[in-house]
């Protein structure tokens, strides 16, 4: 067990529609990661959050958004769906700004599937 | 555009066998270089990794080998048992970028017991 805990673990919906992921990172951890794993483009970085405020952006779309909360954990949220966005999508924390060790924790993710 | 590849995509090993998986990139700038094994229905947690000034690191059974002039390294699997049955994942990090991996593609391992 990570530590990190993502809800909800299943989710279906329809094209067009918005969901809103959940995320809480390890106990202490500071920053908040999510990545995007699909058949087709592999573990992708969306964008991370340190202590409340974005660090790093990476390749997410205009109809996903993201924050941090004070207490810490994130929400991703996913709108106007695409059949494409059906995905697996991670969230992870680490204890500082920067996972230049490497370390990232990551859950168990939320499996996002449009129809 | 992939910054990190990795192959091969899937590897079957016999238990008791050497498993070896290749990645390579382009990017000089990249200076850690983790690895993650993802088991199904869980998420990637770091297994082992290394920097570009040392040109091996070994924990317990897994090996990372490291190529700076080539700009390749590779993660063996000594004794290869059926519990490391898993999605091995090689991945890059610029510490400028800080949070951001580039990750491979993935190789996913089968050891038959």
């Known amino acids: 067990d990570s530590g990190v805990t993502q809800t909800p673990k299943h989710l279906i919906t329809a094209t067009g529609q918005r969901v809103t992921l959940r995320c809480s990172p390890r106990s202490g951890d500071l920053s908040v990661y999510w990545y995007q794993q699909s058949l087709d483009q592999g573990l992708q970085f969306l964008i991370q959050y340190y202590n409340g405020e974005e660090r790093a952006k990476g390749n997410i779309l205009e109809r996903f958004s993201a924050q941090q909360f004070p207490d810490l954990h994130s929400e991703l949220n996913l709108s106007s769906l695409e059949l494409g966005d059906s995905a697996l999508y991670f969230c992870?924390?680490?204890?500082?700004?920067?996972?230049?060790?490497?370390?990232?924790?990551f859950g168990e993710g939320s499996r996002l599937t449009v129809l | 555009q992939q910054q990190v590849k990795q192959s091969p995509q899937s590897l079957i090993v016999q238990k008791g066998g050497i498993s070896i998986i290749n990645c390579a990139y382009e990017?000089?700038?990249?200076?850690?270089f983790p690895w993650y094994q993802q088991f199904p229905g869980k998420g990637p947690a770091l297994l082992i990794a290394i920097r570009p000034d040392v040109s091996e690191k070994k924990e317990g059974r897994f090996t990372i080998s490291f190529n700076k002039s080539a700009k390749q390294f590779s993660l063996h699997i000594m004794d290869s048992q059926p519990g490391d049955s898993a999605t091995y994942f090689c991945?890059?990090?610029?510490?400028?970028?800080?949070?951001?991996?580039?990750f491979g593609r993935g190789t996913q391992l089968t050891v038959w017991p």
């Open positions: 991945a890059a990090i610029r510490g400028s970028t800080l949070g951001r991996l580039y």
């Open positions: 990017n000089t700038a990249f200076d850690y």
């Open positions: 992870a924390s680490s204890v500082g700004a920067g996972a230049n060790t490497g370390e990232l924790f």
